[in-house]
């Protein structure tokens, strides 16, 4: 018998698991989202190191690269970094 056999039989007899289910693989699959996104959005990670072995100063600066940010309007920065 396999695993998920033996699952849906377990909650056939115990409907209360199956929040417990929704909701555990809910936040695996939020988790999951996330660090899928940190690395491939994030400047601090590189994994192409020939082509682009800086990616941080490539960036521009007005770009957003965090999730959210709270009260900050990045289209109105103005440049305060040197050019490299």
Request: aromatic share 12%.
């Amino acid at each position: 018998m396999s695993v998920f056999g033996t699952v849906a039989k377990q909650l056939k007899s115990h409907p209360a698991l199956i929040p417990l289910f929704i909701f555990i693989g809910g936040g695996v699959t939020m988790s999951a989202t996330y660090l899928a996104r940190l690395a491939l959005k994030n400047p601090d990670v590189s994994w192409d190191r020939t082509n682009n072995p800086e990616p941080w100063n490539k960036l521009e600066h007005n770009q957003q690269y965090k999730l959210f940010a709270i009260n900050m309007d990045y289209s109105k920065l103005k440049k305060d970094r040197p050019d490299f």
